[in-house]
């Protein structure tokens, strides 16, 4: 156990139980709840003893709270009947999951009672008042995809972009790719349609990085290049990304991306920035970190500062305070391989790095104790904690430990060569990682908390509404808004940090302005943060934004307004934007 004094500036990890599933896809249900699903174990691998053989299952992460403060999560596993496994998937308006694509393997008649799932469309359904999650399953696509992205867009209708029709192989590549795009709902037309983008990437083409702008244009990074997709589905091309000692931005070269921070002090720029992946020159993992605003009238790719350490696979975290957590990865290789097959990824990082966009400044904090290797995840929680989960390729150690020598004899290089027989008598480690660790962050070791005690369940864009704060609402000094998130392969479109404008205030309560433009607080649930002047953030309000019109509370004569110390942020941002 770290000293106080220690934990406040490094913070801490700890267990926090069993997914049941390996967390390949991880997405954030209401009330500390995730759901997770995996990839069918086959070949020298039973099926999952905790699941049944079902590939999903529903996480319950705070199902015990124990004495000092740590969690022991629970699990019920899910039936799905079209295999979701490297699918894409978003957080649809009312919180609900939606998932695309998937892989070809099926077990109909076993355990498992799932098919081919390449062209699937489904739904999770969160468990409810005693009702359990399940799955709805949509009518299919009428094109296979593996490795597509999803995103969730201001209406709250759904894209989906690109993807294989096989799974790839780049020691034999064949006329696999799916250079297309459509929606859900389908939209009037002929559709899919297809992307030259995605034809000239192949075969560096799967989960693009893609988001929604400001002006409701669509960003697609896909490589080094990146298009603009307006309303009308019409394609313009930006700067390229200058050449440099990195290979593509994409898989299996895997970097990951986040929009930065939208804050009063930056008056809501919208720019993302992309770090890690590989090298070009060695297999060596990259630190580098890069930035693009897409919606500026002079698109410009600007380099900042790299990560401490060089990271392929990372994943990043928003956090409720405006800085970014990046963690998970590896130091060499390649993403990619059957569950086990350690030999392509080596060195993990475990190291959490926090990073500062306005200072663009890098802390090192504690290091992790789980391995988060090929086919792992984070997201934040509404305490402020974060967790990581997922990875198969727990048998590391067979490959690169102590006793690897031996080890790799009967376990590696290939784990064809592995029977079940020697993974039963533990001869060979199991690949599948079902940990789930949680992150307590340094603001969350710095004293007592904001408590909200009051704060709407639902709002629209533009409203006005009230905030009602324990002891007094005179100690916060921000008010912050973050997107419930789902994430995969370093992927993640849903995730969104907006700092609110706080209207006016009196003793207890703090009137608040919900963000005015759909296309940078997309609909859906939301995380609402109160933060003392310390930078220390409330257990989080849900919130679901919703489309419609604004409406405002009535403000009481005794509130005070908040509009100069607000002017004075903003004159400050734009002053250091200008600099």
Not at 285 to 306: E, G, I
Request: charge should be neutral.
């Amino acid at each position: 156990m770290l000293f106080p004094s220690v934990l406040a500036q490094k913070g801490e990890w700890s267990l926090a139980g069993s997914s049941g599933v390996v967390c390949i896809h991880t997405a954030l249900l209401t009330n500390s709840r995730l759901l997770c699903f995996e990839r069918p174990h086959k070949d020298q691998y039973p099926s999952n003893q905790f699941s049944g053989g079902l590939l999903s299952s529903e996480i319950d992460l705070m199902a015990k709270v124990n004495a000092d403060g740590t969690w022991t999560s629970s699990f019920k596993p899910v039936p799905v009947t079209t295999n979701p496994f490297c699918a894409g998937h978003a957080q649809l308006p009312n919180g609900s999951i939606f998932v695309a694509g998937g892989d070809n393997q099926s077990d109909p008649l076993n355990k498992g009672f799932y098919v081919n799932g390449r062209r699937g469309r489904r739904i999770y359904n969160p468990s409810s008042g005693g009702t359990p999650g399940q799955w709805t399953i949509l009518p299919d696509m009428t094109s296979e995809r593996w490795y597509p992205t999803v995103l969730t867009l201001a209406d709250g209708s759904v894209l989906i972009v690109g993807g294989n029709t096989k799974n790839l192989d780049f020691d034999h590549l064949t006329d696999e790719n799916n250079p297309t795009y459509e929606y859900w709902p389908p939209k009037q037309g002929t559709w899919p349609k297809r992307l030259d983008l995605l034809v000239w990437a192949f075969p560096h083409h799967m989960y693009p990085i893609t988001y929604q702008l400001p002006s409701g244009k669509i960003m697609i990074f896909a490589s080094n290049k990146t298009i603009l997709i307006d309303q009308n589905d019409n394609v313009v091309n930006l700067p390229d990304m200058p050449q440099m000692d990195h290979s593509p931005w994409i898989y299996p070269h895997t970097p990951t991306a986040a929009v930065l921070p939208m804050t009063l002090k930056n008056n809501y720029s919208f720019v993302m920035q992309v770090c890690g992946g590989s090298k070009l020159s060695s297999k060596d993992a990259s630190p580098m970190c890069w930035r693009l605003n897409a919606d500026d009238p002079n698109p410009t790719w600007t380099q900042v500062k790299d990560m401490p350490a060089p990271r392929l696979m990372p994943d990043v975290v928003l956090l409720p305070d405006g800085k970014m957590l990046y963690v998970n990865g590896l130091k060499w290789g390649q993403a990619g391989g059957n569950a086990g097959q350690v030999q392509y990824a080596r060195d993990p990082v475990y190291q959490a790095d926090l990073y500062d966009p306005e200072t663009d400044t890098w802390t090192t904090l504690a290091s992790a104790t789980q391995k988060r290797l090929y086919h792992s995840g984070a997201l934040l929680l509404e305490s402020g904690h974060v967790v990581t989960t997922g990875s198969e390729m727990d048998n590391y150690d067979d490959f690169y430990g102590p006793n690897s020598v031996s080890l790799q004899r009967t376990c590696m290089p290939t784990i064809d060569n592995m029977t079940a027989i020697q993974v039963t008598q533990k001869t060979c480690a199991s690949p599948f990682n079902l940990n789930i660790e949680r992150f307590t962050p340094p603001y969350l070791q710095m004293g007592e908390r904001p408590v909200i005690t009051n704060a709407p369940a639902t709002l629209t864009h533009g409203s006005v509404f009230q905030v009602d704060i324990q002891g007094g609402a005179a100690n916060v000094d921000r008010v912050t808004f973050i997107r419930y998130t789902t994430t995969t392969h370093s992927t993640n479109t849903d995730q969104r940090f907006i700092e609110l404008k706080i209207v006016a205030r009196n003793q207890n309560s703090l009137f608040v302005q919900a963000p005015e433009n759909k296309n940078i607080a997309i609909v859906g649930n939301w995380f609402l943060w109160a933060l003392d002047k310390k930078g220390v953030p409330s257990v989080a309000k849900t919130i679901n934004l919703q489309l419609g019109q604004p409406t405002k509370v009535q403000i009481p004569a005794d509130a005070k307004s908040n509009a100069l110390k607000q002017t004075v942020g903003l004159l400050t941002g734009l002053v250091a934007l200008l600099i």
